[in-house]
């Protein structure tokens, strides 16, 4: 006797259909939903991509870079999730480590922490910052700098700029190349800036094309707290005349390839003296 299987109504087909049909939806959006969560986890937790929109950070960063920020390397605070509503107190930090003085990072702007800023770590809890004739001070020692080149660049406006470059050499032996206008700029002479515990003081290399702590009522001092991480390497850069990042088709252009992959960390002047 040969078993055979009972044949299905076309209800019963179609209810069958439906529940595979709901079956792939339902797989579909729980993976979906995992994919969501990691990203958010690695977002938050550990690095986050981000894009360079001016020339204040020449000639380091140029806009059309894309970079990723380290985000453990500082430990982690509110601002280090999305929306800044992370389960960390506000004024609080865990596994806090502080800035050193060289290191670029990306931080929300203490006056409208909805928007982000980069610049470099120049000062330091209790350091005295101050900008005399063009030339940083801290703590009363003139910082060293040396001309290196210049750079033609045009201004917000449109006009024809010609740039100074210098390599400058903080306390601690980092340097790093900074771009000067002249002088005799409007952030060009300064008063003493004392820098409140629990924050640094940060400046633009593009020293003047760049709010930055010295524009008391915009940046001014940056809470530890604001700190999103610090910026690591350069994963693409794109020249927006030549094309967008998602038009595929003009990348041969528009990718700037020699500095695809360049490493942000700032080397010792022994290290490029060896």
Sequence with gaps: MTDTKPSLSAEEKIALNKKKDKGSFDEFISTFLWAAVFAIIIRSLMFEPFSIPSGSMKPTLIKGDFLFVNKWVYGYSRFSFPLGLGPIPAGERIFEHVPERGDIIVFKLPTNPKIDYI????????????????????????????????????????????????????????????????????????????????????????????????????????????????????????????????????????????????????????????
């Design 119 to 274: 610049k470099r770590v120049i000062g330091l809890s209790g350091d005295e910052i101050q900008v005399k004739g063009g030339r940083l001070y801290i703590n009363g020692d003139k910082v060293e700098r040396t001309e290196i080149g210049t750079e033609n660049s045009a201004s917000a406006m449109g006009f024809p700029l010609n740039l100074t470059a210098y390599t400058e050499t903080l306390p601690n032996g980092i340097e790093h190349a900074i771009l000067e206008e002249s002088d005799n700029e409007p952030l060009d002479n300064t008063a003493k800036y004392i820098v409140p515990e629990d924050h640094v003081f940060a400046m633009g290399d593009n020293r003047d094309n760049s709010q930055d702590s010295r524009v008391s009522n915009l940046v001014g001092f940056i809470p530890l707290e604001n700190i999103v991480g610090r910026a690591e390497r350069i994963f693409m850069s794109v020249d927006s005349e030549q094309g967008k990042i998602w038009e595929v088709w003009n990348w041969p252009k528009a990718i700037q390839f020699e500095r695809v992959f360049n490493g942000l960390r700032p080397a010792l002047k022994d290290d490029n003296d060896a």
